[in-house]
């Protein structure tokens, strides 16, 4: 409390850069003691609704309030306002009538298509809000049209400027639906690319036009559940129109699309997010399918220390896969469980992407033809998939190294390798898997055909197999000097790292070798092939140990 009324005091007051005075205002907003005739520059002296606040013209320094014991009908839009790098525009709460601003003021959009709209505007700073997006019976206010968007949070340009310095944290958002309950999708809807009907959205960033530029977002430290598609997207007009972009600490739950999607886009840091059930179907207005996250046509992305897990739907819906048209995308530190889809997923025209240090469990356990399920959950998959009808090619050059995979004996591991694929390297992983392992066609909207698989470009040697049958004789490519063994995870088919900490040090301890360059590849990986740390931080001693765990820095 002293902390907040602290803060407040200081946005009461004129704020000074150099020699140019910037005279700041902090304007109130509570529906309950509030009034829209008020002046709202005091909280007891407070706007009463977000209409009034949407009349404001905001300008560099200005603070928007809102109060935490509140429930404000409809949107908020802040459109063609500008803050400055020293000076951003805030958009927060405040504790009213001594009510702690830890409990968030709350944004009911039922009548609205946005809970937040951030149009053509720059050095918006939001935190601290909850926000409600649901339909309503009257459906008076919506246009009528294919893919209307319903969204927690919008931020959009559509004229040719840059857009930069969005910034948002600590927001709840939840139950975002475009239907009104009881809609029922039609049950082909979840086999469309992304779906071609009308959802709720929670966090959707768009650069809209060719020749616009958005640049330095932060999604951080937020909560968004119960969602009918996907729960933060963000996507490009044009390639990289959108960098400089870092999703952390945040937690998504119960989408009906994928936890997040990102095209089009670079320079990008995911990091530290827990994403859990996304393609839920548990209401028949979410479209049911969708992987924890995956990213298309975008390159410099790093997506480490997250966590994906129980994603449903019967095609997709990996823990974290890399579609086509991206480059330089390294997945490191992830831990993966329970995913129908799978778990390494390299699809066409992807060039140096990695999966490396990461911990895999019980993923790609659907089986084509079972309950809907029009692909087959997989294992490993490098895919030429570029686009229905187009010619497939690639991946170039995918380094998998350093993980560790467990597959319990119910389930048939997986393995697809497009013949279009080139440059592979595939070392010092472990393979734990109990069962029988198979090779199956890359499959979706038309399966890739069988043909002969270049192996001139593939580093595949010093892995530790469970045993003989971790690996099928009918796969395409094969270890050259596999190790077989139990690493004796210290609890295999947990949920929690420390489940996989090996204890067979005759096997796992220093029997790694050092990643090279595949054959023809000049690059490699932009932020190095070495890794100086295991999944835990640990300190990688001498030679790499196997799998994602380094046992010599475990006390």
Same mark, same amino acid.
Request: one cysteine or more.
């Given at each position: 409390?002293?902390?907040?009324?602290?803060?407040?005091?200081?946005?009461?007051?004129?704020?000074?850069?150099?020699?140019?005075?910037?005279?700041?205002?902090?304007?109130?907003?509570?529906?309950?003691?509030?009034?829209?005739?008020?002046?709202?520059?005091?909280?007891?002296?407070? +706007?009463?609704?977000?209409?009034?606040?949407?009349?404001? &013209?905001?300008?560099?320094?200005?603070?928007?309030?809102?109060?935490?014991? &509140?429930?404000?009908?409809?949107g908020?839009?802040?459109?063609?306002?500008?803050?400055?790098?020293?000076?951003?525009?805030?958009?927060?709460?405040?504790?009213?009538?001594?009510?702690?601003?830890?409990?968030?003021?709350?944004?009911?959009?039922?009548?609205?298509?946005?809970?937040?709209?951030?149009?053509?505007?720059?050095?918006?700073?939001?935190?601290?809000?909850?926000?409600?997006?649901?339909?309503?019976?009257?459906?008076s206010?919506?246009?009528?049209?294919?893919? !209307?968007?319903?969204?927690?949070?919008?931020?959009?340009?559509?004229?040719?400027?840059?857009?930069?310095?969005?910034?948002?944290?600590?927001?709840?958002?939840?139950?975002?639906?475009?239907?009104?309950?009881?809609?029922?999708?039609?049950?082909?809807?979840?086999?469309?690319?992304?779906?071609?009907?009308?959802?709720?959205?929670?966090?959707?960033?768009?650069?809209?036009?060719?020749?616009?530029?958005?640049?330095?977002?932060?999604?951080?430290?937020?909560?968004?559940?119960?969602?009918a598609?996907?729960?933060?997207?963000?996507?490009?007009?044009?390639? @990289?129109?959108?960098?400089?972009?870092?999703?952390?600490? *945040?937690?998504?739950?119960?989408?009906?699309?994928?936890?997040?999607?990102?095209?089009?886009?670079?320079?990008?840091?995911?990091?530290?997010?827990?994403? =859990?059930?996304?393609?839920? =179907?548990?209401?028949?207005?979410?479209?049911?399918?969708?992987?924890?996250l995956?990213?298309?046509?975008?390159?410099?992305?790093?997506?480490?220390? =997250?966590?994906?897990?129980?994603?449903?739907?019967?095609?997709d819906?990996?823990?974290a896969?890399?579609?086509?048209?991206?480059?330089?995308?390294?997945?490191?530190?992830?831990?993966?469980?329970?995913?129908?889809?799978?778990?390494?997923?390299?699809?066409?025209?992807?060039?140096?992407?990695?999966?490396?240090?990461?911990?895999?469990?019980?993923?790609?356990?659907?089986?084509?033809?079972?309950?809907?399920?029009?692909?087959?959950?997989?294992?490993?998959?490098? &895919?030429?998939?570029?686009?229905?009808?187009?010619?497939?090619?690639?991946?170039?050059?995918?380094?998998?190294?350093? *993980?560790?995979? +467990?597959?319990?004996?119910?389930?048939v591991?997986?393995?697809?390798?497009?013949?279009?694929?080139?440059?592979?390297?595939?070392?010092?992983?472990?393979?734990?898997?109990?069962? @029988?392992?198979?090779?199956?066609k890359?499959?979706?909207?038309?399966?890739?055909k069988?043909?002969?698989?270049?192996?001139?470009?593939?580093? +595949?040697?010093?892995?530790?197999?469970?045993?003989q049958?971790?690996?099928?004789?009918?796969?395409?490519?094969?270890?050259?000097?596999?190790?077989?063994?139990?690493?004796?995870?210290?609890?295999?088919?947990?949920?929690d790292?420390?489940?996989?900490?090996?204890? =067979?040090?005759?096997?796992?301890?220093?029997?790694?070798?050092?990643? !090279?360059?595949?054959?023809?590849?000049?690059?490699?990986?932009?932020?190095?092939?070495?890794?100086?740390?295991?999944?835990?931080?640990?300190?990688?001693?001498?030679?790499?140990?196997?799998?994602?765990?380094?046992?010599?820095?475990?006390?």
């Open positions: 409390m002293i902390r907040s009324l602290a803060v407040l005091l200081v946005l009461l007051f004129s704020t000074y850069c150099g020699s140019r005075e910037i005279h700041t205002t902090t304007y109130y907003v509570s529906a309950k003691s509030g009034n829209d005739s008020n002046s709202g520059l005091s909280p007891t002296d407070a +706007f009463k609704t977000l209409g009034k606040a949407n009349l404001l &013209s905001l300008k560099p320094g200005d603070s928007l309030l809102l109060a935490s014991n &509140s429930v404000f009908e409809g908020l839009s802040l459109i063609n306002i500008h803050g400055t790098k020293s000076d951003p525009v805030i958009i927060t709460s405040y504790p009213d009538n001594l009510i702690s601003d830890e409990i968030r003021p709350v944004i009911n959009a039922k009548g609205s298509l946005q809970g937040i709209l951030i149009e053509n505007s720059s050095f918006i700073e939001i935190s601290n809000i909850e926000i409600i997006a649901d339909a309503k019976s009257d459906r206010y919506i246009v009528e049209e294919t893919r !209307q968007k319903r969204c927690g949070l919008m931020v959009k340009n559509t004229e040719p400027t840059a857009l930069e310095h969005i910034y948002i944290n600590n927001l709840y958002i939840h139950d975002i639906f475009y239907q009104v309950p009881g809609f029922k999708r039609g049950a082909k809807e979840v086999r469309t690319s992304n779906g071609t009907q009308n959802y709720g959205w929670g966090i959707y960033v768009v650069n809209g036009h060719e020749k616009a530029e958005m640049s330095d977002i932060r999604i951080a430290n937020t909560r968004i559940e119960n969602v598609h996907t729960g933060i997207k963000i996507l490009g007009k044009h390639e @990289s129109g959108i960098r400089n972009i870092e999703i952390a600490n *945040n937690e998504l739950i119960a989408t009906g699309g994928p936890g997040m999607m990102f095209g089009r886009v670079g320079d990008m840091h995911i990091h530290h997010n827990t994403i =859990n059930r996304s393609g839920d =179907n548990s209401d028949t207005r979410k479209w049911g399918r969708g992987s924890g995956w990213t298309w046509g975008s390159n410099d992305v790093l997506i480490e220390h =997250n966590r994906f897990t129980n994603a449903n739907g019967p095609g819906s990996a823990g896969h890399i579609d086509f048209n991206c480059s330089n995308v390294v997945l490191q530190y992830n831990f993966s469980a329970n995913n129908a889809g799978g778990f390494c997923e390299i699809l066409g025209n992807n060039y140096n992407c990695s999966y490396r240090y990461n911990i895999s469990v019980n993923d790609g356990f659907r089986i084509k033809g079972v309950d809907g399920a029009f692909q087959e959950g997989k294992t490993f998959w490098l &895919s030429g998939y570029v686009g229905k009808g187009n010619k497939r090619n690639g991946p170039y050059n995918s380094y998998f190294y350093n *993980n560790t995979i +467990f597959v319990n004996e119910d389930i591991s997986k393995i697809a390798i497009a013949k279009e694929a080139s440059g592979v390297l595939i070392s010092n992983n472990i393979f734990y898997v109990m069962g @029988s392992s198979e090779y199956v890359g499959d979706q909207y038309r399966p890739e069988e043909g002969h698989f270049d192996s001139r470009n593939v580093i +595949f040697e010093n892995n530790l197999f469970y045993s049958a971790s690996w099928s004789e009918q796969i395409p490519i094969q270890d050259i000097a596999p190790l077989f063994g139990n690493p004796e995870f210290s609890n295999p088919g947990d949920t790292i420390k489940g996989y900490i090996p204890s =067979n040090s005759e096997l796992i301890k220093n029997k790694g070798i050092p990643i !090279q360059l595949i054959p023809d590849d000049t690059i490699g990986l932009k932020i190095g092939l070495k890794v100086e740390k295991d999944i835990l931080g640990n300190e990688i001693i001498d030679l790499p140990d196997m799998g994602a765990i380094e046992l010599n820095s475990i006390k």
